[in-house]
């Protein structure tokens, strides 16, 4: 096939992560658009026979993971035009900003959809906020790092809907930020300096949110929020202020909440962990018991709060 040049394209005319679904001329079978989870988007696809297709560019970077089966595809963009076999472990990575042309058999693919912002954040914690940095374009690649992560991703999709599905998503999202970076950036990564720890202003309104909050998921986006840096920044400012990481920090507050009202309610414990944030009781006794070193049924008894066999079901 001849050379075909492929170049970035205008900012105003890339295609969204919400836009592009509207654009390609086939359907995911399976997608996490309607879980609400922030990160990365997955959009799983079967396999297409005969594809001859010129997409436009877009404003995010796209990773195309094959999990299954084998195909002979064609590949153009940054100038470039590539044939080969896209076998399962494959992975291709197409930077935000180029116009793509497809040609061939497409295998099943689990499609990451990755936002030029998380990349941003991610490079502010290697140190590179304000300095230019680009993602290298990969035609074909085995990684075993990506190959994991969107392994786990698909596999979240086909369970059922749970809250924790939103805190891993949102921690493999960071992981695979700081491994495109590190792997497929053109730039070493410079460690940053210490930085100073959060200041007792910053820890009293993150305290006093996570109080607030404890009946339902708390982010590290949002925690980070408050702080005004960045997740990946904020994870190590946490931990050097406390000690601990902030999901510890978070579980830790949900626990001693959880024992006030043991002692000074006669919640049914099922209700006390829906209130203290957890996904439900069995995994409450769980979390309890490794903080608190019973069962919170037994603490209840220690206590001097009696429960009845309804109410304490551990």
Known sequence: MAETRFKRAEQSKRVSISEIVNVLSHRPFATTRERGWAGVTVDMYDPLPDVSERYPALDHHLICYCPYGSARLVQGRDGVVHEGLVSAGVSMLMPAGYDSLWEGSASATARLRIPTALIADAAEQLGRSGT???????????????????????????????????????????????????????????????????????????????????????????????????????????????????????????????????????????????????????????????????????????????????????
């Open 132 to 314: 230019s940095f680009e993602l290298r374009n990969v035609f074909e690649t085995r990684d075993v790092v990506i190959e994991h992560i969107a392994q786990i991703l698909v596999a979240e999709i086909g369970r059922e809907h749970h809250p924790a599905q939103a805190l891993i998503a949102d921690q493999l999202s960071t992981a695979l930020a700081a491994h495109l970076l590190r792997t497929y950036n053109a730039f070493e990564p410079i460690v940053p300096g210490d930085a100073p720890p959060l200041g007792k202003r910053d820890m009293a309104r993150l305290t006093e949110y996570i109080e607030e909050s404890l009946d339902r998921p708390i982010g590290l986006a949002e925690l980070a929020a408050i702080v005004n840096v960045s997740r990946f920044h904020f994870t190590r400012l946490f931990k050097r202020s406390t000690g601990m990481t902030a999901s510890s920090f978070v579980e830790r507050c949900r626990i001693r909440r959880a024992q006030t009202l043991i002692l000074e309610t006669d919640m049914p414990l099922a209700d006390v962990a829906l209130m203290t944030g957890f996904a439900d009781q069995s995994h409450f006794t769980r979390r309890f018991h490794r903080h608190v070193g019973c069962t919170p049924a037994a603490f209840a008894r220690n206590s001097g709060r009696r429960r009845s066999t309804r109410k304490a079901r551990d």
